[in-house]
């Protein structure tokens, strides 16, 4: 077993994820099997419970947990399978060490970082490469050198690596070179600082991904290897990407990564095959058609809060020859300024996932709008509530119509609390998580676009359609095209007669990828290209 520990230097917002993704589609394309893992020195026990302004969207697994946006990363990049265990916070280990020594389990012994903290994050990175029975496991740490929070992290990556012998462990550290313009130069400094704190704790990095907006001529490259004490061939550029992060992968072959990586831990295989990713590069940076959207939301200037979202949009635009514009739109505005006033210049609106009342109104103007002008709507989790709320105002009437979520002594309670959730009060991992299997309706448009009976497709929600009000609907041109296999919780609507009209309780797009784009997303796009071309 190879082990790869990723750690990030001077700023954060390297693309630390990306760079371990795309490392992982390398090796992948070399034959060999890939566990990827992230581990966050923060101390909550998932980032479930935090705000999307402080941590980007919540990325959800088959399995229900709750995780870091960059396991979107590796899920998109790689085939890597992931479960709860490929994400681990200090609050999640703190919590297993003192729930051990609760019970006894340290038999009596003063409990400390070193070593019943760093035994247990080694422990994880063992029972990730059991588990998996890859090849080849990459740990990402996520923080920057120097943060007091991931020394435990960086002092366990140490042992484990000097543990499993040299030869099968590499650190690979992920640095800024920043362009001064007023020096007209680019800057080591930084990097120096960094390896040097890192080399304090005893970690001599063995590759250096030098993110950079400029090229790294010789020289400078010269000057890193020699300061930071690195080969010259680990010291790898990695400059901001003009289109596609999905590029990314290549500027890294290019520069011989994955080659180095396999030198130095003894791998050996074939050359990279990336034929197919080129492929799919091509058609996303090389598209035939163009096409505009809305994404309406009320995160919407946070670049994380919506990132699967807007990855399974670009992987949509791929299959469909076409590259899509997203326009970002603030709920808050359409409330202001009218729907007509924001969309009349889309061909799409999509309303993604979200959870309390502010916004909640301009979201329904914007499904009312769509529905009405027979532009394409997708509205995934929160966007399927809204879309039945909006229907059973302005389509039959029932004034008032809300979810109990936003206004709890509604006359119309279109959006109830699931019968599960009645009694929970803890909101850490107590919504209806995961993989949750869905029948289709045969003939239905979402039937035709899945070709499949049945599906599974990820969830995070608490709320769910009302199922009072089911027939009302129906008698009225509203299809329920895909509920749970008992028929009682409704994942799938769509109106027929319309061109594009379609929502699901669930999240799609963390199912997404380039290589094969989500058949929502892509029947989506496809109706929103042919209202463009009509145009
Ligand atoms: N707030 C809604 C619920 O809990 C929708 C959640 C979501 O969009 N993820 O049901």
């Known amino acids: 077993m190879k082990y790869i520990f990723l750690t990030g230097g001077v700023v954060s917002s390297l693309g630390k994820g990306l760079t371990a993704a795309s490392l992982g589609t390398l090796l992948e394309a070399r034959g060999l099997k890939v566990a990827l893992q992230k581990f966050d020195p923060y101390l909550n026990v998932d980032p479930g419970t935090m705000s999307p302004f402080q941590h980007g969207e919540v990325y959800v697994l088959d399995d229900g947990a709750e995780t870091d946006l960059d396991l979107g990363h590796y899920e998109r990049f790689t085939h890597s399978e992931l479960t709860q265990f490929n994400n681990l916070t200090s609050g999640r280990v703190y919590l297993t060490v003192l729930e051990k020594e609760r019970r006894g389990d340290y038999l009596g012994k003063t409990v400390q970082v070193i070593p019943h903290v760093t035994d247990e994050i080694k422990k994880r990175v ?52 920043p362009y001064i313009k007023a020096a007209g130069e680019l800057k080591t400094k930084p990097t120096q600082q960094s390896v040097a704190k890192l080399r304090e704790i005893g970690i001599a990095p063995d590759i250096l991904i030098c993110r950079t907006e400029k090229p790294i001529d010789d020289e400078m490259r010269k000057k890193i290897s020699l300061f930071c004490n690195v080969p010259l061939a680990g010291v790898i550029e990695e400059i901001d990407v003009d289109h596609s992060i999905y590029e990314v992968p290549l500027m890294l072959q290019r520069e011989k990564m994955d080659e180095l990586v396999c030198q130095e831990l003894g791998l050996e295989t074939s050359p990279a095959d990336m034929s197919d990713w080129e492929e799919v590069i091509k058609r996303i940076i090389q598209p035939k058609y163009k096409v505009r959207i809305g994404v309406i939301g009320k995160y919407i200037d946070l670049q994380d809060a919506y990132k699967s979202v807007y990855e399974a949009v670009t992987h949509a635009g791929g299959a469909n020859d076409c590259a899509v514009e997203v326009v970002r739109v603030d709920s808050e505005d359409i409330e202001r300024d009218g729907a007509v006033a924001h969309l009349r210049e889309l061909s799409g609106v999509l309303v993604p996932g979200g959870f309390g009342e502010r916004g909640i109104e301009g979201k329904i103007l914007a499904a009312q709008y ?20 909006e229907f059973a105002r302005h389509a039959l009437g029932l004034e008032g119509a809300h979810s109990a979520e936003f206004a709890p002594k509604t006359p119309h309670p279109i959006i109830a609390l699931l019968d599960e959730q009645q009694n929970v009060t803890e909101m850490g991992g107590t919504m209806r998580l995961g993989a949750q299997a869905c ?3 045969s003939g239905s448009k979402a039937a035709e676009l899945y070709a499949v009976e049945e599906i599974t497709e990820r969830h995070r929600h608490r709320y769910e359609f009302n199922n009072v009000y089911r027939e009302k609907f129906e008698a009225k041109d509203f299809v329920f095209s895909g509920t749970s296999p008992n028929g009682n919780l409704v994942e799938l609507v769509e109106l027929k007669g319309h061109p594009y009209y379609m929502a699901t309780q669930a999240h799609p797009e963390f199912k997404s990828k380039p290589v094969q784009a989500h058949p929502l997303f892509a029947g989506f796009i496809k109706a929103a290209l042919h209202l463009a071309d009509g145009k």
């Not at 030869?167 to 550290?173: K, S, T, Y």
């Not at 995934?380 to 509530?385: D, K, P």
């Open 126 to 177: 063992t029972e990730l490469g059991e588990q998996s029975g890859a090849d080849v496991v990459i740990t990402e740490i996520g923080g920057t050198t120097g943060d007091i929070e991931g020394l435990p992290f960086l002092e366990a990556i140490r042992e484990f690596a000097l543990e499993c012998g040299r030869d099968n462990a590499i650190f690979v550290h992920v640095t800024y070179v």
């Open 370 to 389: 769509a529905r009405e002008n027979n532009v394409p709507y997708l509205g995934l989790c929160l966007g399927m509530q809204i879309a039945c709320i």
């Open 439 to 441: 029948r289709l309706k």
